[in-house]
């Protein structure tokens, strides 16, 4: 029965009881979740029915656990499974607030910022009782559209930065651009 809560675990979550507590986790080498096939099959079971195979089972035995010590720091299961182990540190409730409002409650944004999946950002939530569109930053109003003298003296103040303009309207760089050819202007000349 344990076993099976295990796998449920490694493959929904990438965690056993044991990475739980240790606060680590199995993934995919490129970050993604290793579910039922990498997690279990591959990194439990086929190690597990290679130590019933004598003698190479009691070699297996002996050697999966030192592999962590080469350059990879990575067990022979691990190998086998194309997997890794990496530390999930949990963000703070404040710390996820910030990140929601900074993100305009885009989860997604909140997850590559922690170096998460949105799965797990979804469980901080719940395990602070967060609900992140409480969160949310209310988004600026856009600016006024300006006339061509404001926009010249916008684009020599910051140098022609289309960008640093865009920021300062709310409005995106190819509104900006449009907004200079309709008034005959040009960022490179300001910079």
């Given at each position: 029965m344990l076993s099976m809560v295990q796998w449920y675990l490694i493959a929904n979550r990438g965690q056993s009881l044991g990475?739980?507590?240790?606060?680590?986790?199995?993934?995919?080498?490129?970050?993604?979740?290793?579910?039922?096939?990498?997690?279990?099959?591959l990194r439990a079971w086929i190690p597990l029915a290679i130590g019933f195979v004598p003698p190479f089972g009691g070699i297996f035995g002996l050697i999966d656990p030192l592999f962590i010590f080469g350059k990879r720091r990575r067990c022979l299961h691990d190998l086998i499974a194309g997997t890794k182990v990496v530390y999930v540190s949990e963000a703070s409730a404040q710390e996820l607030k910030d990140l929601i409002a900074r993100y305009g409650g885009n989860i997604a944004r909140v997850a590559d910022h922690c170096g998460v999946d949105r799965e797990q950002v979804y469980r901080w939530l719940e395990s602070h009782c967060i609900d992140a569109d409480l969160h949310r930053a209310e988004p600026k109003p856009a600016a006024a559209v300006p006339d061509k003298e404001e926009l010249e003296a916008a684009l020599r103040e910051a140098k022609g930065k289309v960008a640093t303009l865009a920021e300062r309207y709310g409005r995106h760089p190819q509104q900006i651009y449009r907004w200079l050819k309709q008034y005959g202007l040009s960022a490179d000349d300001y910079r």
């Open positions: 990475k739980m507590v240790a606060k680590t986790r199995s993934e995919l080498l490129d970050g993604g979740a290793v579910g039922f096939l990498h997690g279990v099959a």
